[in-house]
């Protein structure tokens, strides 16, 4: 592998503190090149910290970060985005009123510029940059399954569609690591399938080192190649989602069960059948498809789960 291949992302001991809150103790944990790499955990666990570090929006109190073998510390977020780490967020930061080709456009900032002049006379240069830009957007809106709704305001799609938009803005910008915050919260089953798939496609055609949060942990486990558990800033837990639905201290904090006590708390949900204890089976049987295994939290006070819509 050259230097320019490695897309992994190495996180060392990093500890974020807001005046009097702890918000991430001594994270480490490595999102290897290429692979779709999920931290997951309840809210209020440090997630979003954990990505406004990586992506330059705030500064660790201590610890460090690596992507590509640089060290991204003390670095602002335009220069971090300029060396491929791109980045959705949890709450949709579209231009409502501009169309969906124009909202992925956005993400084409790092293409060559012709500069403010020779645009504002429409050298000719300016109008290729323009029209390979349009078409990168273009090829990006196909990727995520959006090129019937090209021309169409984002306001006026489904929330659903709208997080494609800007996971496309996202690869726009020809990123070799991409940061995904919560791309399913508050999305219905069908949605958060849909979801899925994009993902799984983005990654084959791109090859694009995926970093994902999330607290839905049916989603999470089913897509990601490696996980990392984090509780109220700690990592409690990490492995392949084989072996994170296997590892006790994920077990406690999800399933809340201890010696003697049944494995959830909801009467009608059935208990797994397997040795192994599976999520699917409780998501997809509780009274409202919780994102996650809510029912029988009990360890995780502060857990707040987001219901999917149905
Ligand atoms: N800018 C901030 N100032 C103060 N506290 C913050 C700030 N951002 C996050 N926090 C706190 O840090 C903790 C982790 O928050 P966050 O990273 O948003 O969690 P998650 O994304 O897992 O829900 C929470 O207690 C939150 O209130
Ligand atoms: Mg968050």
Redesign the pocket.
Known sequence: MTATDDRSLVVTDVC?N??G?R??DGISFTAQSGQVHCVL????????????IISGF?TATSGDVCYGGRSLRGMRAHRIARMGVARTF?NLELSGAESVLDNIQLGCYQDESPGVLRTCVGWPSSRRSERASRQRASEMAGLVGLTSVLSRPCGRLPYGVQKRVEIARALAARPGLLLL??PVAGMTSDEVDAMAAVIREVHDATGVTVLL?E?DVDFALGLADEVTV?DF?KIIAGGTPREIRAHPAFIAAYLGTGPGEPVLAEPSVPEPTESEPTCSSLATSSTARLSGCLSASSQWGSFSFTARRT
């Open positions: 974020v807001f005046a809150i918000a991430l955990g309840p809210n209020g666990a440090g997630k979003s910290t954990l990505f406004n705030y949890q915050d919560e949060i607290h984090l800033g």
